[in-house]
């Protein structure tokens, strides 16, 4: 299709309805309309975009079923953050005013005066994208477990403050288990030092105390609430084990069924043969990083996305080299927990993070340095389909013969 000739789309996603604009290669305004988040209405939105001769179409989220739908009509998808769809409001009203028509027209004609800068959206296998899926469902959960396990400590400290820190965790199996026994200070007066054994070995508690120093830390705490009181309040405890109880079963699950994903994947060798990445961390990586090879071209892209790269402002005299807020942050978190981990599974990164400390950068710093340094190694190993091998790694073998 001659470039000249096409027009450029731009939708506004919504959850019940999305605004869409076509514009015309001069900016004029070719067709406007709306259409429902349905099967229909998504198919009719790509055959009409089509029949207007738009080829490329600027949305400003990277998945979902607008995107599949766009996708599945032939149309290219440009992804253009919602922070730089604020910032070209500006071009169109000093207000920046948002409206979902006025911003699909944004959209629209942003993607014909600047879409030759941004490139088309590149999709991951479905693979990946269930993966990712999965990786993402953990993390929320888990956050939803630190939250309710918070709350259920705040708790505990007014009203059994001895079953805090009794066990390791309080979300772990064994404490979930005592609390739903014990939910309050009145029910665990009736505990001794022999029932607290009978019960820790009725429940096949394995850890590293002895039911003597258990009972001791029962005595020393504060007692809280007792009688009726202590009574009513543990039904409260008894909520937060519940919900905890549930979002814990479900972390399970999909630590489960995140291990069969990876395992089928074709990648996982690749992100699994990275030290102490193990199976959830591996695929973290692999589910941000995806298998698109195209998508990053060089490793500065891939690091830059990551935010390991730092980020550069001039001004007349004035240079600084600052921390890059402008990334992808699951991505970066999935980067840096791997890169801040991996200096108790390989020589190469404690050595590189025991001298970028020794030069005066405080950890955050480090560890972004040492991510960059990683990201090189993955996206080699990515870009030529190959696992990890340190004695391929130039830089830990210039150490290990340094060391030697």
Known sequence: MDDRAEGFGGV?????????????????????????????GLDGMARRFAKAGVRRVAIERPDGPVVDALMEGGLEVVVVSSRSVKALRARYGAAGNKADASDAYVLADCLRTDGHRWASLRPDSPATVTL???????????????????????HLLVVFPGAVGLFRRLDSAVSLRFLRRFPSAARAAWLSERRLGSWLRANGYCGRKSPAELWARLEGAPRGALGDEGEGRGSVTLAFVSVLEAVCARIDELDARIAELLDAHPDAPI??????????????????????????????????????????????????????????????????????????????????????????????????????????????????????????????????????
């Not at 959850?15 to 099967?39: K, P």
């Not at 990712?132 to 705040?154: G, I, M």
């Open 132 to 154: 990712r899926s999965h990786v993402r469902a953990r993390k929320d959960l888990v956050a939803t477990r630190v939250t309710v396990a918070n709350q259920l400590r705040a």
């Open 12 to 40: 506004d996603w919504a959850w019940h309805e999305h605004a869409a604009c076509v514009v015309g290669t001069g900016g004029e305004v070719l067709d406007r309309f709306s259409v429902a988040h349905t099967a229909e």
């Open 271 to 404: 992100f699994r043969s990275l030290p102490r990445a193990g199976t959830v961390r591996a695929a973290g990586l692999l589910a941000e990083i995806g298998d698109c090879r195209a998508r990053f071209p060089t490793p500065e892209s891939l690091a830059c996305l990551a935010g390991a790269a730092p980020s550069t402002r001039e001004s007349g005299k004035h240079r600084a080299v600052t921390f890059r807020w402008a990334c992808d942050k699951k991505l970066r978190d999935a980067v840096m927990d791997f890169a801040g981990d991996s200096m108790r599974g390989s020589d190469w990164a404690a050595e590189r993070y025991r001298r970028l400390r020794a030069e005066g950068k405080r950890h955050p710093h480090a560890e972004r340095v040492l991510a960059r340094a990683w990201l090189h190694v993955i996206w080699r190993c990515w870009q030529d389909g190959v696992p990890y091998d340190p004695a391929r790694h130039g830089a830990a073998q210039h150490l290990l013969a340094n060391t030697a």
